[in-house]
């Protein structure tokens, strides 16, 4: 069976969090998005950050999931949506869930920094199908959320993101998964049930080993320096790392070597061999080799590609 398809048509067709008004798909606000590079490694997910400054949001329908993380400001909003109206008091934390199909309009009474991600409906079916539960479940909106363990999702995605997805596609994708999973079970209309634990590391555990390990490309690391930061035998962490991402701790390894050395290969003029060490490859023969069996091109063609 193939993966399935879980890009969103509106996210793909637009490149940004999007709204439907007036029968025209518009960027929710019109201001760019800052500190959040291109190229997001999620799918079915779209993060942007925004400074949004005191004024009226026309009204607007959402085609996906919306969240609102406040990260600076503490001015009220006020919202209309469905016949009801409310102004909310803000804080630095505060969260907002909008769920698809929702027709609203805001007004900003002060000036806030705000994470605002957009989740497709796709990527949260794949996850019902999987778990075996409805497949078009609906949510809860909130103008006012609290809910703890979302807020610190939301602000480690909003981390990563800002600082360029340091621990690669694999950690972004365990976040949405943790994301998607949060949604379904704590704010659906009919919450998902949790499944049982199964083993493998927490997300914080696994965030630790991926960092060693990124810190430390240049390095001829072994199995038991990486287990050592977790106070677990190697044996037992190359299981639980394996059982929670699929991956082993070595493939994960390669991958980040490669995505280091290709991002040197693209900004800098460095010579090959330089590059070979500073991504952890004994001689350059040995990176030239890994680097045309994973990327199909060698170092020095794939430069000149770009």
Known sequence: MGKPNTANPIQATTGRISVVRDQHLVPLLASTSNHIPAGQPWTGVLLERH????????????????LHLQLSGDADFEWWSGGRHAVERTQPGSLILIPPGTRDRLRW???????????????????????????????????????????????????????GWPLGALYADLLTLGLHTRLLQSHAAVPLAASPVKGGLSLPKLKRAMEFINAHLADDIDLGSIANV??????????EFRHSTGQTPFQYLLDQRM?????????TNLPVQFISAQTGFKSPVNFIRSFRQRIGLTPQAWRKSL
């Open 259 to 267: 995505a280091r050395a290709r991002q040197l290969l693209r900004s």
């Open 230 to 239: 977790l106070d677990l035998s190697p044996s037992h962490f190359a299981h």
């Open 51 to 66: 400074q949004v400054h005191p004024g009226e949001i026309p009204e607007h329908e959402h085609p996906d999931l919306c």
């Open 109 to 163: 009474q002060g000036a806030s920094e705000r994470l605002i991600l957009s989740v497709a409906h796709s990527g949260l079916a794949d996850l019902t199908q999987h778990l075996e539960a409805p497949p078009t479940p609906a949510f809860k909106g909130n103008w006012s959320l609290h809910d703890g363990a979302l807020r610190q999702l939301l602000t480690e995605m909003g981390h990563e993101a800002r600082n």
